[in-house]
């Protein structure tokens, strides 16, 4: 499932999955994200995803500056 960090609240980071319910993970088990970090959750791991988004939208813009309105 991959989850948006909304942002910062105390002592936790709100996310948003694309379906479902948000809900809170701790700051101090993961102190390394910042608001708009995406991340890919399984039952075992979670792992960074924003890179892979940041490409997939780089790729979106750039078709869209091809087309001639």
């Known amino acids: 499932m991959k989850?948006?960090?909304d942002?910062?609240?105390g002592d936790f980071f709100v996310m948003i999955p694309a379906t479902g319910q948000k809900?809170?993970?701790?700051?101090n088990r993961y102190?390394?994200?910042?608001?708009?970090?995406v991340l890919d959750i399984s039952d075992?791991?979670?792992s960074s995803a924003t890179e892979e988004a940041?490409?997939?939208i780089d790729n979106i813009r750039k078709r869209l500056n091809k087309i001639d309105l």
């Open 3 to 5: 989850v948006t960090v």
């Open 7 to 9: 942002r910062k609240e």
């Open 31 to 37: 102190p390394n994200l910042k608001e708009g970090d």
């Open 54 to 56: 940041k490409t997939r």
């Open 44 to 46: 075992s791991e979670i």
């Open 23 to 27: 809900f809170n993970l701790p700051v």
